[in-house]
Structures are given as structure tokens and as C-alpha cells.
């Protein structure tokens, strides 16, 4: 399919945000029930890069559903195989093994284990071997049901197609709410067969009916042309909902309002919701030739990025927090710490596409 520098230029975005939220999550995390500046700054950067997520799944959906050779069974789940499902184990199973090093080394450092001996083996389960890889088993989902959703738009058409995706949309936000609804009237603290229900939330490998909407409506927004949405104005209503969501976050956390303010981070929420799509729609709308630099390689090594930024940062978390016990300005390190991982974490990824090529081609021979 061919590459459309707009679409490549968002990716890369969405890379950048996934690799702040994560360096941001420090602050955030630990200063959310005491906030102070440093929780200001954190919540700053998380809130204005809260869209990585939905914005992947939006443009997932718009490649996938896009090609119409992904109707026939056979042909697309062998290419599903090769490029989801065997990057998903062999990753899962390298940071499945990282994660008991730390273990390893905070027994070193500590005389104890941070975790459970089976805590890595219950992660990996519950699909989410590493805090990132949560997104590989929730996609996955995403991507079994992309035939169907081919056949489903073939018989009932292009408009019913783009309201199923508002439907599975609005679905997202309302189980998101009843989720946190049955937490707050501690539904789950009963003696009867109900109380198993909390665990189905533990499993992200069925969180993809949280996100079919973004993936449907990946698809059916991207011939959405209207005079008023153009890239200037989709932004604003980006930015909007974006400072939306950073000052409800700091004033119900501030002022002790609510017990989990960080809830209105979620993908699922109308926040994120309106952003992800209204910034979708503003890149949609931007024209390729209007972009002078080509991010088609940047764009390329995203998924290595995204896979890779998590074991680079987490090195540096140990070595700053646990050895040299150093907890760094947020306003320097949260942007120095997110060009830096973003680098390392390319060049990684460079080297990485380098060796796969001379292994393949030995492999050929």
C-alpha cells in the first residue's frame, strides 16, 4: 500500500507520545495522591500524549479494513501470523526473561524479591508480559476480526459500516464506565459467583472491543470531507480536549476530589475519545506536500520503537531511582528523557533491521 507522509508524520507522533507517557507515569504515579509541581509537569506531559494509543488503532484500522485482499481468510491470517503473532511471542518472551533479571537484581540490591516468583508468569497470561506489551494482545483481537469486519461492510455497506463503528465507539466508553462503576459501589466485594467477574477486566486480550470503534471508524473517517475539518481546526479541537482533560485531572487531584483522578487518562474516555479522533481528522485533512520532511523511515522503525523503548527506559529508571537514588527535575529530564529514548531506541531498531536482513538472507541461501 502506498505510504502517505501525513499518515506516517501522525505515527511518529503517536511513538513520541507512547515513549512520554511512560517517562511522565513516574511523576504522575507517585505524586498523584500528594500533588506537588513535579506532579504538574507530569500530568502536563501525560495528558497532552494521551491520544498514542487510539491514534494507532485508528490507523491500523484504516490500512487493514482498506484492503480488500484481507476479506479472504487464508491469505490474511498467514500474513497476521508472520507479522503480528510471531513478534508478539518473541517479544513477550524476551521481556518475560527481562523481567526476572530485575527481579534478579532487586534481590541483589535488596535482599528480597520485588514481586511473586510467578508474578511474570501471571503477567504473561493475563496478556501483558511487560507494562507496554498490553497493546500486542489487545490488537490482536482487533486483527482476528478483520476478515469479518470486510464481509460485515460488503454486505451492509458503507454508511451502516461508519455507524456500526460510532456504535462500537460509544460501546467503548460505556463499559469503560459501568467498569469504574461496579469499582465504586465495590460490587466486586461479595461472596457469591460474581465476584470472578473483575478478573475478565484483568485480561487484555479481550480489551479489543474497547478499541473496535477507533478501528472501525480508522477506516470509515478517512473519506470524511467537510468544509469545516481541516487540519487548523481539528487541531484546536485537539488541543481543547487535551487541556480538558490535563486541568480535571490536576484540579480533582488537588483538591482530593476524587480517589483516582488519573481515570480520565483513559483511552476510553471522552477526553481521549474526542482528541484522538479530531487529531486523526486533522492529519487526514493535511496534504503530504505541505510536509517538507519525508518520515517514512522514522514511520517504519515506529513499531520496533514502541517495542524497544520500555527496556531502554526502565534501565535507566533502576539505575537513577534504585542505585544512585537521584530523582531528576521533571522539567529538564521528562523531554531530554523522551529525544533520548526516541534515538536510542531507533538506533536499536536500525540494528536490529540490519541484523533480521543478514539472518534472512543466510537463511535463503
Same mark, same amino acid.
Given at each position: 500500500?502506498?505510504r502517505?507522509?501525513?499518515?506516517?508524520? +501522525?505515527?511518529?507522533?503517536a511513538c513520541v507520545m507512547v515513549?512520554?507517557?511512560?517517562?511522565s507515569? %513516574?511523576y504522575?504515579?507517585k505524586?498523584v495522591?500528594?500533588?506537588n509541581?513535579k506532579?504538574?509537569?507530569?500530568?502536563?506531559?501525560?495528558s497532552f500524549t494521551?491520544?498514542?494509543?487510539?491514534?494507532f488503532?485508528?490507523?491500523?484500522?484504516?490500512?487493514a479494513?482498506?484492503?480488500?485482499?484481507?476479506?479472504?481468510?487464508?491469505?490474511?491470517?498467514?500474513?497476521?501470523?508472520n507479522?503480528?503473532i510471531?513478534?508478539t511471542i518473541?517479544?513477550?518472551?524476551l521481556?518475560?526473561?527481562?523481567?526476572? /533479571?530485575l527481579?534478579f537484581m532487586?534481590?541483589i540490591l535488596?535482599?528480597?524479591l520485588?514481586? !511473586?516468583?510467578?508474578?511474570p508468569?501471571?503477567?504473561?497470561?493475563?496478556?501483558a508480559?511487560?507494562y507496554?506489551?498490553?497493546y500486542l494482545?489487545? @490488537?490482536?483481537?482487533?486483527?482476528?476480526s /478483520?476478515p469479518?469486519l470486510?464481509?460485515?461492510?460488503?454486505k451492509?455497506g458503507e454508511?451502516?459500516?461508519f455507524k456500526t463503528g460510532?456504535i462500537?465507539?460509544?460501546l467503548? +466508553?460505556?463499559i469503560?464506565?459501568?467498569?469504574?462503576?461496579?469499582?465504586?459501589?465495590?460490587f466486586?466485594?461479595r461472596?457469591?459467583?460474581?465476584k470472578? +467477574?473483575?478478573y475478565f477486566?484483568?485480561?487484555n486480550?479481550?480489551?479489543?472491543?474497547?478499541?473496535?470503534? *477507533?478501528?472501525? +471508524?480508522?477506516? @470509515?473517517?478517512?473519506?470524511?470531507k467537510k468544509?469545516?475539518?481541516?487540519f487548523?481546526?481539528m487541531?484546536f479541537?485537539?488541543?481543547s480536549?487535551? %487541556?480538558?482533560?490535563?486541568?480535571?485531572?490536576?484540579v480533582?487531584?488537588?483538591?482530593?476530589?476524587m480517589?483516582n483522578?488519573?481515570?480520565?487518562y483513559?483511552?476510553?474516555? #471522552?477526553f481521549t475519545?474526542?482528541?484522538a479522533? @479530531?487529531?486523526?481528522?486533522?492529519f487526514n485533512n493535511?496534504?503530504?506536500e505541505m #510536509?517538507?520532511?519525508d518520515?517514512?523511515? $522514522?514511520?517504519?522503525?515506529?513499531?520496533n520503537? *514502541?517495542? #524497544?523503548h520500555?527496556g531502554?527506559?526502565?534501565?535507566i529508571?533502576?539505575?537513577?531511582?534504585? #542505585?544512585l537514588?537521584?530523582?531528576?527535575n521533571?522539567?529538564w529530564?521528562?523531554?531530554f528523557m523522551?529525544c533520548?529514548?526516541? /534515538? !536510542? @531506541?531507533?538506533?536499536?531498531?536500525? /540494528? $536490529?533491521?540490519k541484523?533480521?536482513?543478514i539472518?534472512s538472507?543466510?537463511l535463503?541461501?
Open positions: 500500500m502506498k502517505e507522509n501525513n499518515l506516517d508524520f +501522525l505515527r511518529v507522533i515513549i512520554s507517557i511512560h517517562v507515569a %513516574f504522575v504515579t505524586y495522591e500528594t500533588p509541581f506532579f504538574t509537569i507530569g500530568n502536563f506531559y501525560d494521551r491520544l498514542a494509543v487510539p491514534i488503532v485508528l490507523l491500523s484500522g484504516r490500512f479494513l482498506s484492503d480488500e485482499r484481507n476479506i479472504h481468510v487464508k491469505y490474511y491470517y498467514k500474513k497476521f501470523f507479522r503480528i510471531i513478534p518473541i517479544w513477550s518472551l521481556y518475560f526473561l527481562y523481567s526476572y /533479571v527481579e532487586y534481590y535488596y535482599g528480597e520485588k514481586h !511473586s516468583i510467578f508474578s508468569i501471571k503477567s504473561w497470561i493475563i496478556g508480559p511487560y507496554h506489551l498490553w494482545y489487545m @490488537s490482536i483481537g482487533l486483527y482476528l /478483520v469479518y470486510l464481509k460485515l461492510k460488503k451492509i454508511k451502516k459500516f460510532i462500537f465507539f460509544i467503548g +466508553l460505556f469503560f464506565l459501568f467498569e469504574e462503576f461496579l469499582n465504586y459501589i465495590n466486586y466485594d461472596e457469591d459467583i460474581f470472578y +467477574l473483575k477486566w484483568y485480561f486480550q479481550f480489551k479489543f472491543i474497547n478499541f473496535l470503534g *477507533y478501528f472501525i +471508524l480508522g477506516y @470509515s473517517l478517512k473519506n470524511l468544509r469545516y475539518i481541516n487548523k481546526n487541531m479541537l485537539t488541543i480536549f487535551l %487541556f480538558l482533560m490535563f486541568f480535571t485531572v490536576e480533582l487531584a488537588r483538591k482530593n476530589l480517589e483522578s488519573t481515570i480520565f483513559s483511552n476510553n474516555f #471522552i475519545m474526542g482528541g479522533v @479530531s487529531i486523526y481528522l486533522a493535511l496534504k503530504s #510536509i517538507k520532511i518520515f517514512s523511515n $522514522l514511520a517504519f522503525h515506529s513499531f520503537i *514502541y517495542l #524497544i520500555a531502554i527506559l526502565s534501565v529508571t533502576i539505575f537513577l531511582d534504585k #542505585i537514588n537521584y530523582e531528576p521533571p522539567i529530564y521528562i523531554p523522551i533520548f529514548i526516541f /534515538v !536510542s @531506541s531507533y538506533i536499536f531498531s536500525v /540494528v $536490529l533491521e541484523i533480521k536482513k539472518f538472507g543466510k535463503e541461501k
